[in-house]
């Protein structure tokens, strides 16, 4: 029951897949700009607190990689209980929805790159 349900949020595609991914954008870059204004604010004097932050900026972007592949293979789920019960289907058709299917994980795996890097830079600018 409850996987037919996300079964049918993820084929519609949109607000269910991306909604979440963007917010956790939007939350990665609200924390990485105070993170760097903490840091040149305070310099040592928020240093666990900065721990955290990085912790939690990498955490983020983690999830947002593990949300896009859940979306994706939802959709992919939802995709091939449509195929079989159409039976054949054009290749073009296929190749359509197999691209369409890489947004969300493509989305948040960006995400996951971007607060990589941030976590890399603030980690090793902490240490010195």
């Known amino acids: 029951m409850i996987n037919s349900i996300l079964v049918n949020y ?3 595609g949109g607000a269910f897949n991306i909604i979440p991914i963007w ?12 993170l760097v204004y903490r840091d040149y604010k305070g310099g040592k ?21 593990l949300w896009g592949v859940f979306c994706q293979l ?8 449509d195929i079989q019960k159409v039976g054949m ?3 073009n058709v296929l190749a359509g929805g197999i691209k369409v299917s890489l947004i969300p994980p493509l989305e948040g795996y960006i ?3 971007f607060s ?3 976590w890399f830079l603030f980690r090793n600018k902490n240490r010195s």
């Open 89 to 91: 289907i054009s290749a």
């Open 74 to 81: 939802l959709g992919i789920m939802a995709a091939l209980d």
């Open 10 to 12: 993820a084929d519609g």
């Open 45 to 65: 004097k928020y240093a666990v607190q900065g721990r955290k932050l990085r912790e939690w900026i990498l955490f983020l972007g983690c999830f947002a990689f």
């Open 23 to 34: 917010t956790l954008w939007l939350a990665v870059i609200v924390l990485t700009i105070y």
């Open 111 to 113: 995400l996951l790159m």
């Open 116 to 118: 990589f890097v941030v």
